[in-house]
């Protein structure tokens, strides 16, 4: 679940560059000897724990008949995590916090990674095997594919590493450490400062302790805010940039239920797809080469094949985008009227355009493939997230806290001078906000990230901008000696503007289809001159409305007849006469521009209110950390590394709905139809799944399990992220959330809030019974026993014990 553009808050520029989400061994000798992690590891030659087994069932068969799952709301930072961990180890995890997050040492942090900054992904290898979402890595398969090698149909497994798949642009970042720079930050904040003043100097003082950080290293660092303003943590990273595509299965599976089954449950979707790290030979970051070897890393999750049952503890570790769990009830009742719906009746329209073309021609099908599950993931999302704000009453739950709150502030002078606004700051802002919002959406959504020519045009124009300037700096400075040696200087940086026009513009010509962007343009460019007042249209949506009279479909074809931006060849002649007068008059430059003009003048034109709610979500958040002593409220998702905890278990959705913790594969051909599809099941997965060939990859009773669910906290980020179980094992790879909880990002639900992820032993199925790919198996600590917990002395298991049935049950 990547690329969420903010909503209710201050709209932000969202990465639009982008397009819009080991095995320990002697080779790792600093590895903790003491810890369970090391020890199970050591002994991975497996134990036959079936009584302490037995015994935990039933200690936990009570335990769940006397409470219900607990509530799991929670994001927690790594760092802070003893905190929790009393409840962590009532709940089953069998771990130290070192285990978890050290600096020093490895631990699980080190074989999680963000990646591409969207989505999680973690190692599964001794080799850099990395194990993510399905829908994760889409974006990459559907760029290798073609209708001639058509990756996302027939899945794509290479047989060798020189096989693997480059994929520009992609990284795999690792935390190496973080701490806690509040005191510091506030220190340089004095109390009379402006809140717009307050941000500015916060984020210097970041710079700063960031660039203090990353002194003469490689890394990478930065200070986020947390809290709304109230804390601020250092992050230090180290990115990977060579990472390549190494297995995805057909999106029969991965993508199987589509957006039907999408943000739902119960599900069958194979969700994940594998890439591996590549190195320097030194393991450390390069640039792709030829010469590149699989990373080395700090630690390797090793697969439990032992699945879960009800009431396991469950974690999950990874990068959340973000949640706006302290969101007032004002700001959710601007999301349930205005925000939301605005963003799916643009989007309804994209979608249906989109997939009109799509319908009609492969090339188009294959070029727009995740162009569409992007626009309809969150799409679908915003439907969810209005209709269950409703159901679940969010907007009720919100004001019986703001409520509880106004009257804990009129019990104190202190709090009343500190607190005493914030409720009516909130009441103006989002009335003054009321007025806007909708405009920009469509700013976005129908205009810069609308139709896609906009936002290309106006990069181009960027680049070729400053491709200019540089031209005519060198072609004056041709007298003068001392400056000719400037333009020998300049004359790479132009050379190096130039080919990166150049091959941005392949790759978005590559993925592109000008007449399907052309209708976009008409459709959404109409929608956005109907709806929105004339004076919050950008300038050339206006003009062009009152000079077409409306007829949106005259305009586009003309911006696409007379622009130079529509493919490459044009691009080509513009640099054998590159003239800044060129760019001037081109109409999708024009647009390109007008509409970040409105972009940015909407930002400053409502600073003042932008800056109120800030500063009322500053205090607002402080003053319930207040109010609650006790209560251990988490930080909203910021896309730094979490870790949340639950435990399986299903729930009921609704009136004598009850659902099941998981799902099996005969689920699979229960959904199945060949005409659909959404829901065709590849033959060759039918008839394993008819003929129950599961290999040791089945349950004790014989099933295939598919997906299952469990109540930790997760959000758009955590997708490809691993669930863990107690031991420290990779038990699935969390994909999604339920549709009864898509309010979830807002309030949490404790009794309906769940995360679907799919279960590694249907991974594993499909990579070797499937796929046929033994070679990854074989590469992945597999582990059948439940490692011996450090506790437990009295069992010593013979070390040469090897004899593991696979499929022994
Ligand atoms: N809802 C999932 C998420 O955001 C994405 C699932 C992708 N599948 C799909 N049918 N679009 O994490």
Request: glycine residues 6%; hydrophobic residues 35%.
């Amino acid at each position: 679940a990547h690329q969420r553009l903010r909503q209710n808050r201050r709209s932000f520029w969202p990465a639009l560059w982008v397009g819009f989400g080991r095995r320990p061994n002697v080779l790792c000798p600093n590895f903790k000897r003491h810890s369970p992690l090391f020890i199970y590891i050591r002994n991975r030659k497996f134990y036959n724990h079936f009584t302490m087994k037995k015994l935990i069932a039933i200690v936990l068969a009570l335990g769940m008949s006397l409470g219900t799952l607990s509530a799991n709301e929670g994001m927690w930072l790594p760092i802070f995590l003893n905190q929790n961990f009393a409840e962590m180890k009532a709940m089953g995890l069998k771990l130290s916090p070192e285990d978890i997050y050290d600096v020093n040492n490895g631990s699980l942090k080190d074989a999680v990674v963000s990646l591409g900054g969207f989505c999680t992904a973690e190692v599964v290898s001794d080799q850099g095997l990395l194990l993510t979402n399905h829908h994760c890595g889409y974006d990459a398969i559907q760029t290798h594919s073609s209708p001639e090698h058509d990756y996302l149909s027939d899945g794509f497994w290479s047989a060798s590493l020189e096989e693997e798949l480059r994929n520009e642009g992609l990284y795999a970042r690792f935390l190496v450490r973080m701490e806690d720079v509040t005191n510091r930050v506030l220190d340089s904040l004095s109390s009379d400062l402006s809140q717009a003043e307050r941000e500015q100097r916060a984020a210097r003082v970041g710079k700063q302790i960031a660039a203090e950080a990353t002194e003469g290293t490689a890394y990478t660092a930065n200070v986020k805010s947390f809290y709304h303003g109230n804390e601020f943590y250092l992050f230090v990273y180290k990115t990977y940039r060579d990472v390549r595509l190494v297995g995805a299965p057909p999106q029969s599976v991965g993508k199987f239920g589509g957006d039907t089954d999408n943000w739902m449950w119960p599900r069958h979707t194979g969700d994940f797809s594998f890439f591996r790290i590549y190195a320097g030979e030194d393991n450390e970051p390069a640039r792709y080469s030829e010469d590149n070897v699989p990373y080395q890393p700090q630690h390797a999750l090793p697969i439990s094949m032992r699945g879960v049952d009800p009431g396991d503890f469950t974690m999950v570790m990874g990068f959340p985008g973000s949640t706006d769990r302290y969101l007032t009830s004002y700001g959710v009742k601007q999301a349930i009227d205005k925000y939301n719906p605005t963003v799916v009746k643009i989007r309804d329209k994209k979608l249906d355009i989109m997939k009109r073309y799509m319908d009609a021609d492969k090339a188009t099908q294959i070029k727009y493939a995740s162009k569409y599950a992007q626009t309809a993931n969150y799409w679908k999302y915003y439907i969810g997230q209005t209709k269950q704000l409703k159901q679940n009453n969010v907007y009720e739950q919100k004001k019986a806290i703001e409520e509880k709150f106004s009257r804990w502030v009129k019990q104190d002078p202190q709090r009343q001078k500190k607190y005493g606004d914030v409720l009516s700051m909130f009441e103006e802002a989002y009335q003054a906000k009321d007025d806007y919002v909708k405009s920009n959406v469509y700013v976005l959504e129908a205009g810069l990230i609308g139709p896609e020519i906009p936002l290309f045009a106006f990069r181009m124009d960027r680049l070729l901008g400053r491709y200019l300037q540089i031209k005519e700096k060198i072609a004056a400075a041709e007298t003068d000696s001392a400056e000719k040696a400037l333009q020998q200087k300049m004359q790479p940086r132009m050379e190096a503007l130039k080919n990166g026009a150049m091959e941005n513009a392949t790759e978005f010509y590559g993925d592109y289809n000008a007449e399907l962007d052309q209708e976009l343009m008409a459709s959404l460019f109409g929608l956005y001159f109907q709806n929105i007042p004339q004076e919050q249209q950008p300038e050339f949506l206006a003009e062009a409305g009152d000079k077409y009279k409306g007829n949106f479909q005259k305009y586009a074809r003309k911006v696409f007849k007379k622009t130079f931006l529509t493919d490459s060849s044009e691009l080509a002649e513009f640099f054998e006469k590159p003239k800044q007068k060129t760019l001037d008059k081109d109409p999708a430059i024009e647009i390109g521009r007008s509409l970040y003009e409105r972009y940015q003048g909407s930002n400053k034109a409502h600073a003042k209110t932008e800056n109120k709610l800030d500063k009322a979500y500053r205090l607002w958040t402080a003053g319930l950390r207040e109010m609650n002593p006790d209560k251990h409220y988490a930080p909203d998702a910021n896309s730094t590394m979490r870790v949340t905890y639950g435990t399986v278990g299903g729930y009921k959705a609704r009136d004598a709905v009850r659902y099941q913790n998981y799902t099996t594969a005969q689920g699979i051909l229960q959904k199945m139809d060949n005409n659909d599809p959404e829901f065709k099941v590849p033959a060759k997965l039918a008839s394993l799944i008819r003929d129950k060939n599961y290999g040791p990859y089945a349950n004790d009773k014989g099933e295939l399990p598919v997906c299952f669910i469990h109540n930790t906290d997760i959000t758009g980020g955590n997708s490809g992220s691993p669930v863990i179980n107690g031991h420290g094992e990779l038990i699935g790879t969390a994909f999604d959330g339920n549709w009864e909880a898509m309010s979830g990002d807002i309030y949490f639900e404790n009794e309906l809030q769940r995360t679907i992820s799919v279960d590694i032993r249907y991974t594993l199925f499909i990579v070797d019974k499937y796929a046929n790919a033994s070679r990854l198996i074989d590469e992945m600590n597999l582990v059948y026993e439940a490692p011996q917990e450090k506790s437990n002395t009295t069992e010593e298991a013979p070390a040469e014990k090897e004899s593991m049935e696979a499929n022994e049950m």
